[in-house]
């Protein structure tokens, strides 16, 4: 199973980014997806996450500035970044637990997308 993350860019402060993961290989079914990011310095964090079914969750640092949602169908998860701020700055990692053939379930990251946020 790999995940392809892409989007990521540099931007200034205020300004709209559109990351997108999509999920390839040996999958039965995909659980909650999620998006974490890891700053210089800073250990990796959570940003959003969506289940299959049901409500999305969010940090409290990027309520009602980012939307995350997914595509079931497509294996895709994307995140839309609007009114970005300098400490938005970091790696852009998603996470999919997913059921494999067999009914195992794992979890798999992506090799993460660079955001860079100017002031």
């Known amino acids: 199973v790999q995940l392809q993350a892409s989007g990521g860019g540099f931007v200034e402060a205020g300004g709209s980014l559109r990351l997108s993961c999509t999920a390839s290989g040996s999958i039965a079914d995909i659980n909650a997806m999620s998006w974490y990011r890891q700053a210089p310095g800073r250990q990796r964090e959570f940003v959003a996450s969506?289940?299959?079914?049901?409500?999305?969750s969010a940090a409290d640092s990027v309520k009602g500035r980012f939307t995350i949602s997914r595509d079931n169908a497509k294996g895709t998860l994307t995140l839309q970044m609007n009114k970005l701020k300098p400490e938005d700055t970091g790696v852009y990692y998603c996470h999919a637990v997913v059921r494999l053939p067999g009914n195992q379930y794992n979890d798999f990251w992506g090799r993460g997308t660079q955001v860079t946020v100017s002031s």
């Open positions: 969506v289940p299959t079914i049901g409500s999305t």
